[in-house]
């Protein structure tokens, strides 16, 4: 599976994986995923349920490890430090990497400001004048300010539901992590608000490298470079069948199952 | 005209809905028989004790064993020192302790813990009430004093403590863990976002438990006879024994005469009024304060 791996040695790699398998208790997730992703461009992760796309994808802000029992063997390098070295704190590493969910979840109880500045206050102690100005610096590059800038106090809860997931994009670069990992970030949007998030992320990768896992095959060709196409094994273990290029990907896929998935034979 | 597309009337239709009413009205019954004791309680107290129930009735201390009159002053002021007490001892262990073992659940302590808490709450108060007597009144522990006020609040935070644990324990588990990750994700550390997001978003719910105890701690009886005693007279002062209203209502209700029983009555329709309003008062605080469950 390397053989992939070279194709994008082209570009600059922010995130290195080799052979890396996940865990959950002895159940075996993801086996043997060795990817290079690309800095500042857009990696999509395709492929039918259960291949373990959403459990890789954690595994590299090591949020699968809030579920009991969860381990990984294999090494993740995010701009060459690896963050699974026993010496580095998982906070750490979360606060470096943002992660934006298949459901939008604002801190309910705080007001749209806050939510984008809880981040800021982890780090070094900043004045209220400099929050301010880096929360609507944020919610403008998460295309929001205009529309929320007149009830910054209000509930987070009081938005739409594309709003919400707008306000978490602006809630993670406020940190301006090194990577933005989305896992089906528009499942729960209507066409409309999925289309300001895909613009947003042609905005963002110019600063920000995304990996976004998808089940819309239309959102992956439209929004990503890149394509990482996971299937099940025998064993129920994901795998990584094929990654490249997004327009090879998707007119002359080298792997027949990544053929029979994206023309909608199986999956 | 027929119509067609809808199943026919058959045997298995109709039965099934006349189950259907059948069970909602069973339903609808059982919620009249658990509501019934309360309104019958509340009219009662209300019909046989309204006559005592004036301004004189909250101002005055008990009058001397006989003579008429006299009020319920110093059981009100009592009981909301002792509960005082019990929340501010209780709370604080309670909601931390319901705090750990929601959010530490898979902790083994959290299993000792939580067996260890159904427990005390399976404790009669009379027990809790003789625990408190052998280690505070009897040794004289708490500033030389024997029967005291102090005394009486610390039996009552042993009872509601388990009260605190589960019901915040209860309620934290209902927040939804997406909210946990979400901050999480963003790098917070886990003591910070329990205390900032997941602590907040369950505050009505915690507010309810506590008046939950609240309500209980007001209510006992049995616990306090052994540890503050009671007191015919005013008093605030945490060393001595100190009226309860729970306490006034045992000692007018078993009083040989007419008025002692009126008097209990009386007592008793304050007693609830009192918890009640405690109670709406705080949850009409933190339907402001907090922003949304």
Redo the contacts between chains.
């Keep these: 599976m390397t053989e992939y791996a070279q194709v994008v040695d082209d570009a600059e790699s922010a995130v290195v994986i080799e052979q890396l398998t996940c865990f959950y208790g002895a159940f075996r997730a993801v086996k043997e995923v060795s990817l290079r992703i690309p800095a500042r461009q857009v990696t999509a992760i395709i492929g039918p349920s259960g291949t373990g796309k959403s459990t890789f994808l954690r595994s590299l ?1 090591r ?1 699968h490890e ?1 579920a ?1 029992g969860a381990r990984v063997t294999g090494t993740v390098q995010i701009k060459g430090v690896d963050i699974y070295d026993p010496k580095i704190n998982v ?6 990497t ?2 934006i ?1 298949q ?1 939008p ?6 007001s749209i400001f806050d939510n984008v500045a ?2 800021l206050r ?1 780090e070094r102690r900043l004045g209220r004048a400099e929050i301010a100005d880096r929360v609507e610096a944020c919610l403008r590059a998460a295309a929001l300010w205009d529309e929320v800038k007149d009830k910054l106090a209000l ?1 987070a ?1 009081a938005l739409s539901g594309g709003q919400q997931q707008r306000l ?1 994009i602006a ?2 670069i406020a ?1 301006q992590p090194e990577v933005l990992l989305m896992d089906e970030p528009c499942s729960a949007l209507d066409p409309i608000a999925t289309l300001k998030i895909e613009e947003l992320m042609d905005q963002l990768k110019r600063d920000y490298t995304i990996v976004i896992v998808t089940h819309n095959m239309q959102q992956a060709s439209r929004a990503a470079d890149r394509t990482a196409m996971f299937m099940m094994d025998d064993d129920r273990a994901g795998y990584l069948v094929e990654y490249g290029p997004t327009q090879d990907i998707f007119t002359s896929p080298r792997d027949p199952r990544t053929e029979s998935y994206i023309t909608g034979k199986i999956g | 005209m027929s119509t067609s597309w809808l199943p026919a009337q058959s045997g298995t239709r109709r039965r099934r809905n006349l189950i259907s009413t059948f069970m909602l009205a069973l339903t609808v019954l059982a919620m009249l028989i658990a509501v019934t004791p309360l309104l019958f309680i509340l009219g009662w107290l209300l019909i046989q004790g309204i006559r005592y129930l004036n301004l004189d009735f909250f101002l005055n201390d008990p009058a001397p064993i006989g003579e008429a009159g006299g009020g319920v002053r110093n059981g009100i002021i009592g009981t909301l020192i002792m509960s005082g007490i019990a929340l501010l001892i209780a709370v604080p262990v309670g909601v931390l302790t319901g705090i750990f073992l929601a959010e530490y659940r898979s902790n083994p302590l959290a299993t000792v813990v939580r067996f260890a808490t159904d427990v005390l709450s399976g404790i009669p108060s009379i027990v809790v009430g003789i625990f408190v007597y052998t280690i505070i009144v009897l040794p004289r522990w708490f500033q030389g004093a024997a029967f005291s006020g102090f005394a009486g609040g610390v039996a009552l935070a042993v009872i509601i403590i388990p009260i605190l644990v589960r019901t915040t324990e209860e309620i934290l588990r209902l927040v939804p863990s997406s909210i946990r990750e979400a901050a999480a994700a963003l790098g917070v550390p886990k003591w910070d976002y329990t205390l900032t997001v997941v602590v907040p978003s369950a505050f009505g719910g915690i507010a309810t438990g506590v008046m939950l105890g609240l309500a209980r701690a007001a209510g006992e009886t049995a616990p306090l006879l052994l540890t503050t005693l009671g007191n015919n007279f005013y008093n605030t002062k945490l060393d001595q024994p100190m009226a309860a209203l729970s306490l006034q209502i045992f000692t007018y209700a078993i009083a040989p005469f007419d008025e002692g029983r009126r008097l209990a009555f009386a007592a008793a329709f304050v007693l609830i009024m009192l918890v009640l309003l405690v109670n709406i008062a705080t949850r009409y605080v933190f339907r402001v304060r907090s922003i949304n469950l």
């Design positions: 802000n949020m809030v009991r906070t750490d590493v979360r606060q470096r943002g992660m969910f459901q979840n604002p801190l309910r109880t705080m809880i981040g982890l509930s809860l978490c809630r993670t940190t």
